[in-house]
């Protein structure tokens, strides 16, 4: 059954669904390829906002309309950029453009900062930005036409939303080397032989049948136990075994005593499934 809660968000280049406690957010701009311009930098965050708040949320998957997934930044919103800056201070329009940056870095950040996991199924093409916005997400899977480039370095500047930082961490950073200086394609086989993407699909509509599935299995889950995993995961990978056993430890002598922990020990000695808050 879909949820059809009154704050389900409507926006302009977004789709949003929730059902069964799966939240889907779809780029919409498929006569574009889902390039994100000004509407959708905000959206996203916007979106993401709304997962986290939402407790009927437990996970969340972002896919692509039409052909692609998306093809990176707006090309017109770039050429834009020089009027959203202006100053005739030089000093200070450096300082804007910074500041435009940082907020672009925000938008897709929010993707890692929502508590809860969010797949990314990706088909078509997954260039420049799009590879920056999966890089953000906690797992990532693909059908078998997907395409993926680093495409910054062939319009003439370097990655600065997220893609040079983070998939150092998800793949070889030798190989994020490669991939980043020639900005050239590898194709979904690619992808998934260097741990890009967790699997591919057969189809996109094989793809979103088998993320949905993975989703299920994850919000049939404890919503407080996956919280508490995905930010053990996020802060592990920035900090050292010893900080992040600390933190563990900190983080459970407050939340461990639930009343999750006390469904599935119920559960599991009834020999049926746990039903949780959420």
Known sequence: MITTEPNLPTFTTLTCSLSDHV?????????????????????????????????????????????????GIDLAMMMSLGEQIEDPCEARMRENLRHVILDLQDTLTSIERCRKPVLAAIHGACVGGAIDLVSCCDMRYASGDAVFSIKEVDIGMTADVGTLQRLPKIISPAVVRELAYTAKSIDATEAERIGL??????????????????????????????????????????????????????????????????????????????????
């Open 23 to 71: 939240a889907q957010i779809t780029l919409n701009r498929p006569d574009k390829a889902n390039a994100m311009n000004a509407a959708m930098w905000r959206e996203i965050r916007e979106a993401m906002r709304w997962v986290d708040s939402t407790a009927e949320a437990r996970v969340a998957s972002i896919c692509g309309a039409g052909a692609n997934f998306c093809a």
């Open 197 to 278: 993407v967790n699997r591919v699909y057969g189809s996109r509509e094989a793809l979103q049948a088998g993320v949905m599935e993975i989703a299920a299995c994850i919000a049939a889950k404890s919503p407080l136990a996956i919280r508490g995993t995905k930010e053990m995961l996020n802060y592990a990978r920035d900090h050292s075994v010893a900080d992040g056993l600390n933190y563990i430890a900190s983080w459970n002598a407050g939340l461990l005593m639930s009343a999750d922990l006390q469904e599935a020990t119920r559960a599991n000695l009834d020999r049926r499934s746990p039903e949780f808050r959420n």
